[in-house]
């Protein structure tokens, strides 16, 4: 079985609270943090990538994304998917080559730029020269941004992704969508749904997510900012540490 057939039947048959959780390594190093935990395989946050790189969400350059994923595939042997956002205005072969040449199994494509949702036709159509290009080399999974940059209504989201499903994505990610309402989307949607968790105190865990239906959980930039934070509380430690008094001898 291949890498990225193995990816893919790891999206099937899963049974309800039990879907497949991907973290989002934004790094070689935090990606072999992951695999030494135990998934089975990652996917990567663009705006997790970003923030490693320097740039602001949406601003890193293609080149500097695709190196970024490929350190990342390098540094593991599980499937890797990346995010890479709209497809950065590449036509759909070059994309998948691209997506091949850095070692990745998928990609997440966004129906959205620059904050307002693309034209579903044009996007499924888009996803169907992608898919063609691909043909079973990669797995697409199709960003829905309907709860993000739309009017929040899920028979839109389940219209769109009902488009691109027919165009042969591989698995839709209406993301952001409240999870009271992934029933009903899991209900509208074929194929496997992707949920994210915002990691929450209060929020829904991925085996709730994945008993509301949700076929895989990913975490966008959620981990790397949680890493980073712990990172911050580290460094502002350091000036206490080093002015501390020094521990007498043992007995004194």
Avoid at 107 to 124: I, M, Q, R
Avoid at 223 to 251: N, W
Wanted: aromatic residues 6%; glycine residues 10%.
């Amino acid at each position: 079985m291949s890498t990225v057939e193995r990816f893919r039947a790891l999206h099937h048959g899963r049974a309800p609270g039990d879907p497949l959780i991907l973290p989002g390594p934004w790094d070689a190093a935090a990606a072999r943090v992951f695999v030494a935990a135990g998934f089975p395989a990652l996917a990567t946050p663009s705006a997790g990538v970003a923030a490693s790189l320097g740039y602001e969400d949406g601003a890193t350059p293609a080149d500097e994304m695709f190196a970024a994923v490929a350190r990342i595939t390098r540094a593991v042997d599980v499937p890797v998917s990346a995010d890479v956002e709209g497809g950065y205005g590449l036509a759909p072969g070059e994309l998948v080559e691209r997506l091949l040449e850095a070692g990745a199994v998928g990609c997440n494509l966004e129906d959205s730029d620059g904050g307002v949702l693309k034209d579903p036709h044009a996007h499924a159509e888009y996803l169907a020269e992608v898919r063609s290009a691909a043909a079973d080399r990669l797995f697409v999974n199709a960003r829905v941004d309907v709860f993000l940059h739309g009017d929040k209504d899920p028979e839109r989201a389940i219209e769109r992704a009902a488009a691109y499903v027919a165009a042969g994505a591989d698995c839709v990610y209406p993301i952001l969508a409240p999870a009271d309402v992934l029933p009903l989307l899991r209900s509208g949607i074929q194929g496997p749904l992707n949920a994210l968790a915002l990691l929450e105190p209060d929020g829904p865990s991925p085996a709730e997510l994945g008993e509301l239906g949700a076929s895989r959980v990913t975490f966008g930039p959620g981990l790397q900012r949680r890493a980073a934070a712990a990172l911050r509380r580290i460094a502002e430690d350091i000036p206490a540490r080093r002015h501390a008094p020094a521990a007498g001898p043992a007995g004194a």
